[in-house]
């Protein structure tokens, strides 16, 4: 969580448009799951703002699946198109170095990359990757105890036993299932 907050605060602090874009970018991956190339690949339609959905169209394997979006991250998305503006065509645009919109161009999953990086970085986050906002977000429904076939499907699992291996919960959680 702290880790989470002090990504936001760099991201809040930069005045140029990539500040707003960027975290939501984390959020995208902290609070929804979202793999880079998914995020890259979204389009402006995929966003239903009015049932707080985000529709990931080509997820890994082709499969597609309907995320929700939590509060705060529907905020950031918000403050976002403001920016962005409502034109079709991809959510995310690149923001060249002097800050300015490049409106009507998408971002790869590398500019998520190295977006993500930079933030780290900046936040003094040591070792942190896009695929970390991954881990967090399904640790973080498993640590609340949410079944395992609903993680699986949220994070786009084919396999309940790939979604299994982000179980951090340990020992303690297998004594207290037994009481």
């Known amino acids: 969580a702290g880790e989470l907050a002090a990504l936001m605060a760099v991201c809040a602090a930069d005045p140029t448009p990539a500040g707003v874009r960027d975290a939501c970018l984390i959020g995208l991956g902290a609070r929804c799951g979202l793999r880079r190339d998914e995020i890259a690949q979204l389009q402006l339609d995929d966003y239903d703002a009015d049932r707080a959905v ?5 997820g890994k394997g082709n499969k597609r ?6 509060t705060g991250l529907d905020i950031a998305l918000a403050d976002w198109l403001a920016v962005r ?6 959510l995310f645009a690149p923001v060249n170095r002097g800050g300015r919109l490049l409106s009507g161009l998408g971002i790869s999953d590398a500019a998520v990359y190295d977006a993500m990086e930079k933030r780290g970085n900046q ?15 399904i640790g973080d429904l498993l640590d ?23 179980d951090r919960r340990g020992e303690r959680a297998k004594r207290e299932a037994v009481g």
């Not at 699946?65 to 939590?70: A, E, K, L, N, Q």
């Not at 503006?85 to 991809?90: I, V």
């Open 85 to 90: 503006g409502d034109e079709p065509g991809a």
């Open 144 to 166: 609340a105890g949410a079944d395992l076939s609903t993680v699986q499907k949220l994070a786009g699992h084919s396999q309940a036993s790939t979604t299994a291996g982000y």
């Open 54 to 58: 985000i529709v990931v169209r080509h």
């Open 65 to 70: 699946r309907s995320v929700p979006v939590p």
């Open 123 to 137: 936040a003094g986050v040591k070792l942190f990757s896009p695929h970390d906002t991954r881990r967090t977000y």
